[in-house]
């Protein structure tokens, strides 16, 4: 550019001999020079700001001679580092690489959280992880019950049956218990009572926790069906369903799955009647009465004590919604107890020394059932369901001792009267 000027400013002398020079071309002239000749600077000499005297008493003027302040010229444009300067992308590729070999040093516990994980499960400590996935207490009891149905049946005992019919039953009971807890896993996990189960504090995988179930399901069904007669099978399958598809789903629905749920808890003692008698009859339906009546007691007075957690958990329990009608169905259902033992003999499955023996241990826990009812109290609930633990098989112990005899009898053939 430097080489041009001489030719600008012949140029301008011939536009001034013209007189068509103006002011604007003389300006322009100059900006350009300055620019392109960087040797060349504008010297400035900066104006003297007023003092704050010389605001507040203008009469005081300081002589314009005297040097106040001295003002250095400030650079409007900050310095830029190097680091800031634009990368190519090789260098953001350096950096990247750089960053992540830090990262792979340095932290490798960051690195394996973001993969997965292999689930090691020590062979010593899997039965103990089955048995709380199958809820082996509630299995033990579902057992207790069936094996009581079979005893109660007016037929001969044949052991090999009641075996296969206990164990099909147990494998069911494990195979609905470990399906429930493995739709529940959210749920359980903001309970005090269930958030230490094993899916919940990941134990067991739900993969191997449904292997578990099929694995226990199908040769528990194949047992009933095949084992011990088809209608013992079907009531196995059906409470199955009806515990995993109607009674869990139901628990966050409406309090109508404590209904459910009784109906899930009455089929195993007639599952036990008909595995001995092969049909459905009065007496199967009065044993699955009675473990109907007397879930509710046990039930609505465990949950009256857990009503802070089934309400963190979402469930729509009785003690949490309607707790008025939570101790009238306990108290009903602790009464329809001594209905239901005395119409034992009526349907001839016990003699009439039943009703009479197991009228005190039914009127105790009607009594427990009012206080419950009246007082409405942890101490009351606490009471009705330790009794209601012990009180079922007192009742089953004493409906078996006073069960009719099933004594083979031998057809008598007439002898023949001499003419």
């Known amino acids: 550019m430097p080489q041009y000027l001489p030719c600008r400013l012949l140029r301008i002398c011939s536009l001034a001999c013209k007189k068509q020079i103006t002011l604007q071309h003389i300006h322009l002239l100059k900006r350009k020079y300055v620019t392109h000749f960087r040797n060349v600077r504008q010297q400035a000499k900066p104006k003297p700001e007023p003092t704050t005297l010389a605001l507040h008493d203008k009469s005081s003027v300081l002589p314009e001679t005297r040097l106040l302040h001295k003002i250095n010229p400030v650079s409007t444009v900050l310095p830029v580092s190097p680091e800031n300067l634009p990368r190519n992308d090789s260098e953001r590729e350096k950096e990247c690489s750089a960053a992540a070999l830090e990262l ?10 973001k993969q997965w994980k292999e ?7 899997l039965p103990e992880i089955l048995a709380r996935l199958s809820k082996i207490k509630l299995t033990a009891l579902v057992v207790t019950t069936a094996a009581a149905g079979y005893a109660m ?9 009641f075996l296969l019919a206990s164990l099909g039953t147990g494998l069911a009971s494990c195979a609905a218990n470990s399906i429930n807890q493995f739709f529940e896993v959210p749920f359980d996990s903001n309970m005090n009572r269930t958030k230490n189960r094993p899916l919940v504090r990941g134990q067991i995988s ?3 926790a ?13 047992l009933l069906t095949l084992g011990v007669n088809p209608l013992t099978g079907f009531l196995g399958a059906f409470n199955i369903l009806l515990y ?30 008909t595995a001995a008698t092969g049909s459905l009859d009065a007496g199967a339906l009065l044993l699955g009465g009675i473990l109907y009546s007397w879930q509710f007691p046990h039930f609505n007075a465990l949950s009256w004590n857990l009503r802070e957690d ?30 239901l033992s005395t119409l034992a003999p009526a349907l001839d499955v016990t003699t009439w020394t039943f009703p009479i023996i197991s009228l005190p241990i039914n009127l105790y826990i009607s009594y427990l059932g009012f206080r419950f009812y009246r007082a409405a109290d942890r101490g009351s609930a606490r009471k009705l369901f330790f009794c209601s633990l012990w009180h079922l098989p ?21 002898v023949p009267q001499p003419s």
């Open 206 to 208: 739900s993969l191997h």
């Open 104 to 113: 792979s040093t340095t932290a490798p516990e960051f690195r394996d959280e």
């Open 244 to 273: 995993t598809c109607c009674y869990t789903p139901m628990k966050r629905i409406s309090i109508a799955n404590t209904w459910v749920g009784a109906v899930v808890g009455a089929i195993p003692p007639v599952m036990g009647w």
């Open 119 to 125: 689930m090691r499960i020590e062979p010593e400590s």
């Open 310 to 339: 089934y309400s963190r958990g979402g469930y729509c329990m009785m003690s949490v919604t309607h707790p008025d009608l939570c101790r009238r169905v306990a108290l009903r259902h602790s009464l329809a107890l001594i209905g």
């Open 394 to 414: 007192m009742l089953l112990l004493l409906m078996f001792t006073c069960k009719k005899s099933v004594v083979g009898k031998t057809e008598t053939t007439p």
């Open 153 to 161: 049946a007016p037929v001969p005992f044949d052991p090999s049956c």
């Open 210 to 222: 449904v292997s578990f179930a099929i694995a226990c399901a199908v040769p528990g069904i194949t």
